[in-house]
């Protein structure tokens, strides 16, 4: 054990990492590791699909400038140039939340970077197919139990997850995890959502920021650093500058409660968790009853989110704005029923149409949930029906109601609609032969003794 000051009284952070060290591929129930395989087919076509955002372009001529000079060991995903392991890292962590569209736990996006970090470390380290689903479990594992143990950053809990991911691949001994863990304890940030506060679209660089640093972090435990260790043990490591402390979660069950299969909400559509359902609606609506949402009257939603009711007069310049936002979602939903990068572009949140549109659609009552509770809640199921009615200005009414969309953990979608999602995700960046390509390796990448093959199917 190495030096602290304060007496540590419990052993949670050599559990878990000795739960990490000892995990193995055969140990991991066959359904956790198909849903491993779907949120790796999902996040890999969302991140392909933000491609054609300007904010992604900066990030990959970020990452060039990163590796200026000198031609890397990592793959940039849509692009199919060679760039530094971290540079790769912090492109992809920002592709994979650009859309929204990647997942949701009741503590944020793990997905945006764990399957990068996954992808990209099993790229430049040469892992097998076995041991990169093994280290995609183990970071989904890592980031929730983390996030629900103590209220942190949104973006903290991604630090915790990839770096298990990294110590799986780069098979650290339980020592080095603990300090690893250490060092992501130090660089955890405040509890802040000034990206909510602000409507910024630098929340998606945060995920980049994640996954980047986190190759660093994991490169100086490697090397080696003293001390460190214990940090979700020490009292005033972690724990203690979070917004609640339940601790027990670190260990709860741990091995036989695989986190990702009930905590894990996945997005149908490219918009904040609290929109889903209602593009859901509004796309069944026009698809099914095929009117001219020129013609439409009022929208009513019942009931609806209050903190995310709002829409503008004059369209959005924010893709956050926009993407928090149901009436926005409905009515892009209703003018664009097919979802991609197109939602996002300038000249569709300034559309004319979908301006005129938001200010149509009324609430009708509001979803009553309070606390840190709400997205756990959401994903338990104790949300209300929602209804959408539709009318016309002839007078005719259509309505249309759900409790949730597919992708909740109730309501999960199939390993066929993950593969037409993914033919939806990357139409425009993949030709369709390639996209099944993709496709037929994610689903057996079990069967991969180097697994590094993958980037160079992404572009």
Known sequence: ?????????????????????????EDIPPAVIERAKMMIMQTVGVSLCSAELKQVRDAMDIAIEMSAGKEGDATLWADGRKVSWEAAAFAAGTMGDMLDWEDCSVTGHPSATII??????????????????????????????????GRSNITSYNIFGNLAVLMKLMDLDELKMNQAFGIGTACAIINTNIHEITMSDSLDYLYGYRAENTVTMIKTAVAGIENMEDAFDDPTAYLVHCGYQEPEWLTKDLGS??????????????ANVFVQTYAELATKLVTKCAFDPDQIQEIIVRPSVAFRHWSS?????????AQFSIPYGVACAMYHPEPGALWYQPETMKDPRIIA???????????????????????DGKHPEKFMIVRMKDGTEYEESAFTHPGHPHYMLTRDAFKDRFRLET????????????????????????????PALLF
């Open 313 to 321: 007069e004059t369209g959005y310049d924010s893709v956050t704005q």
């Open 116 to 149: 990068c970090t996954a992808i990209i470390g099993a790229e430049v380290l040469k892992k097998s197919g076995q041991e990169m689903l093994t280290a995609v479990v183990a970071g989904y594992e890592a980031y929730q139990r983390i996030a629900l143990a």
């Open 1 to 25: 054990m190495g030096f602290n000051v304060h007496t540590i009284t419990t052993d949670r952070t050599k559990q878990f990492c000795h739960f990490i060290k000892t995990l193995r591929y």
């Open 257 to 270: 409660h695989w986190m990702m299969m009930d905590m894990l909400l996945v997005k149908h559509w490219p």
């Open 357 to 379: 549109l938001m200010q149509k659609v009324q609430a009708d009552g509001f979803v009553k949930m309070e606390g840190l509770k709400i997205i756990k809640d959401l994903i």
């Open 427 to 454: 139409k425009r960046v993949l030709s369709p032969e390639r996209a099944e390509a993709v496709i037929e390796y994610i689903c057996h990448l079990e069967d991969k003794q180097d697994a590094s093959g993958l």
